[in-house]
């Protein structure tokens, strides 16, 4: 078997590398159609304005606005009347991301946390161009830290200031990170909204039916980030290997095909679980990789 490229290890913090502003603009329908349901005019909201949605019609008093008049219920009956609207309710959408020590690993272009960095950038810009508001909370490093929603610049700027923190140290997984942020989320987030959660899916226990309890009133996106490594281990004689979760150490070796064989079913078994997982709970999912142009592959795959 061979053992592929060598190994080009990033240096930390790479980035997300570009993401052209005409390819951002094209996600933008994409990004909607996902969170279909949960657009403004979709649901009923608290109060009157000038939405959509019918709340009722009245006779005119003085002040209202004319431009509301209704000519078929005023000709109807006698006398005018105005139409009133329930008001549409601005889009928030969640950002939930895995800052757990395994996003920390790369061997292509960049590190799985840069490609993370970059979705999360993307979608706060894309949620904040209908008047919407983003809300972020980092998960899988000890308690979830939550950012409030903010729209316009105000929300996007938080947003990179949360990204600019970075990921968890060895060591200091917290395995139930994602289901607490997931939690969370479900908490504060009183109206229907879209959730966008970026995570390599790996050593996080209990998040599925924290997944689905979102998924009952919110739309879901699920973007699994992978590096091409992940898939399968080269023949390089004896290695150490350290597990970024656990900071636990041990060696392989990899010169055997049977040890890399095996490892590459578990790995295949283990991303088929997740995959199973979130097509059980009808949730969206893209997979994205270190290794090429995540954005386009992104666009590609909302599309």
């Known amino acids: 078997m061979s053992g592929g490229p060598p190994l080009r290890i990033p240096a930390a913090r790479q980035g997300p590398g570009a993401m052209p502003q005409r390819v951002v603009e094209e996600l933008d329908l994409a990004v909607a159609h996902r969170a279909a349901g949960a657009l403004p005019g979709d649901r009923r909201a608290a109060g009157l304005g000038a939405g959509t949605e019918l709340a009722q019609i009245r006779p005119y008093a003085p002040g209202d606005d004319v431009r509301h008049l209704d000519a078929a219920a005023s000709a109807r009956l006698g006398e005018p009347h105005v139409r009133l609207h ?18 920390a690993f790369g061997t292509a272009d960049r590190l799985k946390s840069d490609v993370a960095e970059g979705v999360a950038l993307v979608l706060a810009r894309l949620a904040v161009r209908r008047a919407g508001r983003v809300g972020f909370v980092a998960a899988g490093a000890g308690p979830p830290r939550l950012l409030r929603p903010r729209a316009s610049k105000p929300g996007v700027s938080a947003v990179r200031r949360a990204l600019a923190e970075g990921v968890a140290p060895d060591g200091h997984s917290d395995p139930s990170g994602l289901a607490l942020a997931l939690a969370r989320v479900r908490e504060v987030a009183s109206q229907p909204g879209f959730v966008a959660v970026i995570s390599d899916f790996r050593d996080q226990h209990s998040w599925v039916p924290r997944l689905g309890a979102l998924r009952a009133r919110h739309s879901v996106l699920a973007v699994e980030v992978r590096d091409p490594r992940e898939a399968e281990v080269p023949a390089v004689g004896r290695l150490a290997v350290v597990d970024p979760e656990t900071g636990e150490r041990m060696e392989i070796d990899t010169s055997r095909r049977s040890v890399r064989r095996r490892f590459a079913e578990l790995e295949a078994e283990g991303r088929a679980e997740v995959a199973g997982d979130l097509r059980r709970l009808r949730v969206g999912h893209v997979v994205l990789s270190t290794a090429g142009d995540w954005l386009r592959e992104l666009g590609r795959t909302l599309r």
């Open 86 to 103: 329930v008001p549409e309710r601005t889009l928030t959408t969640w950002i939930v991301l895995d800052v757990s020590p395994s996003m």
